[in-house]
């Protein structure tokens, strides 16, 4: 029958093109799936005899959804594989592509036994690649349909760029990607999370836990950082952390404008690279200590160099973009999984360093130096070059622009005599304080809310996610959406949802209601960081911005360092 649905689709719509056939299919395919995850993870089964009837109908109907438009990509593929090759290869094209089809039947009985360790595994797998699927097919898949057009000439017709929004190429593709490791390493700040936590927890009369802890937490034990008076260490491992954050904004910040935006940003990748992954080995807290001090000066010079970097590469228009689509949201996904698929905090600070890898080499091989920094410096060569290598690399003709003079660079100290911008500021650094505090302040204490710690940091992380892709839609569609509703807001949401956390803790309710409220206050809290982020950008004039974002990112690290303390103070007024 679904096959007749789509013979009547195919027929009676022309626009129905191959490219939306597959990507419409894959992503309902990899939805269906990802429900199907945490379905999973929540002890749902299709099986009857175990779960109640709703629920075991319920994971039934979403599988065979999934099952029915995997079929629709196997017709999308086919008819990408006949139409868009020509007549004299195109069945030596069409028997590779089978090929990649039997590797892949070969595959799959592996992932249905990796269910027998983990259940959800197969359906991870199906997501995980299906977004693969998507990414490849969104970027190179060939509009074909009832045709057999030379390759060349369907490139030509529908070039990569035409697909893009916001101007965005294969490039920008790439520097976004960046981003989003440099996110990724940036998530490092909410690793005590999973690594500070255990169930809930009285010491007995010999001071020793009586309840269980979890393999990420076990080493709290192994330190003495429960039931002894170093439980305060707990706090002190995210604190250290937040101070090399603070240190390495201020450091790194004053490199990059000094030897440019490029080796900074390789050097800060580089040594968080090394202490994510020293830490993984080390058998004193001391050295672990020191080792999370140095990711935080690591993480502080990556935020700033590269954030700079990426920021002085794209267009004015992709910031949103940026801000939008490669987002936390998506580093806290990244690191959550990391976390549950690796549930020992050694091997998961190991494969964290691994998966940031990748970004050393993107910055050192693709990603050039800072145009508007070489400018800046009077390097106009090297600029245009930088210009020329930008637009060769998505195969576009390079058209000189013409640069704006370059304007004096106002210090701190003639921003802090200039009344309007101080004025500003004055706004600006207490917005970016709190912020940070609520921020970060509420992941460390997420820990404890009601339900699985994995299940729990999903919903924060996906709602983000999609919270940032709305932001973005609003943005675009509605340019009255000022900055100013933005923060206000959303920040009157977050006061609201927080003080109705206040008066549920109060009353010692921790059910579901608690997880709902604490996600949306996660969500505008969230908000509020974007409104930071763009007022900053938006309301300081170019020869004071580089210093006046410094300023607020200072106080931004001030109140991330005073987070910890705020949710160590919460635990122990709450636990006694």
């Not at 086919?78 to 020509?86: D, P």
Request: hydrophobic share 50%; net charge positive; proline share 4%.
């Amino acid at each position: 029958m679904t096959l007749q649905v789509l013979v009547s689709v195919d027929t009676l719509i022309p626009a129905f093109s191959r490219r939306v056939l597959h990507q419409g299919a894959q992503s309902v395919v990899c939805c269906c799936f990802l429900v199907l995850f945490f379905l999973t993870m929540q002890g749902y089964s299709v099986s009857f005899k175990t779960q109640p009837l709703e629920k075991g109908i319920a994971t039934l109907i979403i599988n065979v959804t999934g099952t029915i438009f995997i079929e629709y990509t196997w017709d999308a593929c086919y008819l990408c594989a006949v139409e868009s090759m020509e007549t004299s290869c195109r069945a030596s094209a069409t028997g590779t592509c089978s090929l990649m089809a039997r590797v892949g039947a070969i595959i799959a009985p592996l992932l249905t036994y990796a269910n027998i360790y983990w259940p959800p595994s197969l359906y991870l797998a199906v997501v995980l690649i299906g977004v693969v699927n998507l990414i490849i097919s969104y970027l190179f898949l060939c509009p074909a349909k009832h045709t057999c057009m030379y390759y060349s000439v369907i490139i030509k017709s529908y070039s990569v760029t035409e697909l893009m929004f916001y101007n965005v190429n294969r490039f920008y593709l790439v520097v976004f990607s960046t981003w989003l490791l440099v996110m990724f390493l940036g998530s490092q700040q909410i690793f005590p999370i999973f690594s500070n936590y255990s169930p809930k927890w009285k010491c007995g009369v010999l001071k020793l836990v009586n309840l269980p802890l979890t393999s990420m937490s076990r080493y709290l034990c192994r330190f003495g950082w429960i039931c002894s008076e170093n439980t305060y260490m707990m706090s002190v491992f995210s604190q250290l952390q937040f101070f090399g954050v603070l240190l390495g904004t201020i450091f790194f910040g004053s490199l990059a404008d000094i030897y440019g935006r490029k080796p900074c940003s390789v050097l800060a990748i580089g040594i968080g690279f090394s202490a994510n992954l020293m830490s993984g080995f080390v058998s004193s807290w001391k050295f672990l200590h020191v080792l999370r001090l140095i990711l935080g000066l690591s993480i502080g010079g990556t935020l700033v160099t590269v954030g700079i970097l990426i920021t002085e590469i794209i267009l004015p228009e992709q910031r949103m973009v940026l801000r939008g689509i490669f987002n936390w949201g998506i580093a806290r996904l990244m690191l959550t999984t990391v976390c549950m698929l690796f549930p020992e905090w050694r091997t998961a600070s190991t494969v964290c360093a691994f998966i940031v890898l990748p970004s050393i080499f993107i910055v050192i091989f693709i990603i050039p130096e800072s145009p508007t920094w070489l400018h800046n410096k009077g390097r106009l060569d090297e600029m245009r070059e930088v210009e020329r290598y930008i637009a060769s690399f998505d195969g576009e003709k390079y058209k000189p622009v013409q640069h704006k003079k370059i304007e004096h660079v106002k210090t701190f100290c003639e921003m802090w005599h200039t009344p309007g911008l101080f004025r500003r500021l004055i706004v600006l650094w207490p917005m970016w304080f709190i912020a940070a505090l609520s921020s970060y302040g509420n992941d460390l204490n997420s820990g404890s809310i009601y339900g699985n710690l994995y299940v729990n940091q999903y919903l924060f992380a996906l709602l983000i996610t999609i919270s940032k892709w709305i932001l973005l839609a609003v943005d675009t569609w509605l340019p009255a959406f000022s900055r100013r509703l933005l923060h206000q807001g959303a920040q009157s949401v977050v006061c609201v949802c927080f003080l109705t956390l206040t008066i549920f803790t109060i009353q010692q309710y921790h059910g579901v209601g608690m997880l709902i409220v604490n996600l949306l206050g996660t969500v505008f809290i969230e908000y509020t960081w974007d409104a930071c982020f763009l007022c900053v950008i938006e309301s300081l004039e170019t020869p004071c911005r580089s210093s006046g974002t410094g300023s607020c990112s200072l106080m931004a690290r001030i109140g991330a360092l005073s987070s910890p303390i705020v949710s160590r103070a919460f635990h122990s007024l709450f636990k006694e």
